[in-house]
């Protein structure tokens, strides 16, 4: 997962997942504009096995952290912003390690099939990137929300699945076709607000978000205490 090598930034003229827009307006009489990026919606799911009583979450390396990661410890070599000779950005500056640009996240994916529901979706993307085959009627919705509000704007809807070690099919690891390269994690119930709180440890606001809601909605139910 970490054997990164050969980068190289140049400018994106077109993407399959991203769009940039620049749209003008008024508000209150004064004219304004914003720059924005269309994307897809997604959906992503706490994963919770009651086998073990642990968190089921996945480990992936994310360019763009790994970017801002460089971006930071390099301030003063703008060849990381736009980079389109051939040179690699190696050759101009230390990169960090890669493992700045791992991060742990919740099982998720893009809605991009129109012809599946968003449970349907979520029951794929759990199967793919961590193994377990959930019954679409076992997702139970957590609620929705906006993400990159002032990127994007896309919503994404939260799930939650209980797991046995009997829905363990397979491996996970998301699809190799799709460049996917997935690790799957346990985080142990009684660790979990602890590495909630780890700032040391790099994890999406989902991630968090959902740990603390399993705190309050289902933890009673497991009578083990999550405290930090």
Same mark, same amino acid.
């Given at each position: 997962?970490? &054997?990164?090598?050969?980068?190289?930034?140049?400018?994106? %003229?077109?993407?399959?997942?991203?769009?940039?827009?620049?749209?003008?307006?008024? !508000?209150?009489?004064?004219?304004?504009?914003?720059? *924005?990026?269309?994307?897809?919606? @997604?959906?992503?799911?706490?994963?919770?096995?009651?086998?073990?009583?642990?968190?089921?979450?996945?480990?992936? *390396?994310?360019?763009?952290?790994?970017?801002?990661?460089?971006?930071? @410890?390099?301030? &003063?070599?703008?060849?990381?912003?736009?980079?389109?000779?051939?040179?690699?950005?190696?050759? !101009? @500056?230390?990169?960090?390690?890669?493992?700045?640009?791992?991060?742990?996240?919740?099982?998720?994916?893009?809605?991009?099939?129109?012809?599946?529901?968003?449970?349907?979706? $979520?029951? &794929?993307?759990?199967?793919?990137?961590?193994?377990?085959? #959930?019954?679409?009627?076992?997702?139970?919705?957590?609620?929705?929300?906006?993400?990159?509000?002032?990127?994007?704007? $896309?919503? !994404?809807?939260?799930?939650?699945?209980?797991?046995?070690?009997?829905?363990?099919?397979?491996?996970?690891?998301?699809?190799?076709?799709?460049?996917?390269?997935?690790?799957?994690?346990?985080?142990?119930? &009684?660790?979990?607000?602890?590495? $909630?709180?780890?700032?040391?440890?790099?994890?999406?606001?989902?991630?968090?978000?959902? *740990?603390?809601? *399993?705190? %309050?909605?289902? $933890?009673?139910?497991?009578?083990?205490?999550?405290? #930090?």
């Amino acid at each position: 997962m970490e &054997q990164i090598s050969n980068i190289q930034v140049v400018s994106c %003229s077109s993407s399959n997942y991203l769009k940039p827009f620049r749209v003008h307006y008024s !508000q209150n009489g004064t004219k304004k504009y914003w720059d *924005f990026m269309r994307t897809h919606d @997604s959906v992503s799911v706490l994963i919770f096995n009651t086998t073990c009583h642990c968190f089921i979450l996945v480990k992936q *390396f994310r360019p763009a952290v790994y970017m801002c990661e460089w971006e930071k @410890s390099n301030p &003063q070599h703008p060849e990381v912003e736009a980079n389109e000779g051939d040179e690699t950005l190696e050759n !101009q @500056s230390e990169p960090p390690p890669a493992s700045a640009g791992v991060t742990y996240e919740l099982c998720a994916g893009l809605v991009d099939k129109p012809d599946l529901s968003l449970e349907e979706i $979520a029951k &794929q993307e759990i199967l793919e990137e961590c193994g377990y085959d #959930v019954p679409v009627s076992k997702l139970r919705k957590i609620t929705s929300y906006r993400s990159g509000v002032g990127v994007t704007g $896309a919503k !994404q809807t939260m799930f939650y699945a209980e797991v046995s070690d009997e829905n363990c099919v397979g491996e996970g690891g998301g699809e190799p076709k799709e460049g996917e390269l997935i690790e799957v994690v346990k985080i142990p119930l &009684q660790e979990a607000m602890n590495f $909630a709180y780890d700032e040391s440890i790099s994890k999406t606001v989902g991630v968090i978000f959902s *740990f603390m809601w *399993f705190h %309050s909605h289902m $933890a009673p139910k497991y009578k083990i205490s999550t405290n #930090v």
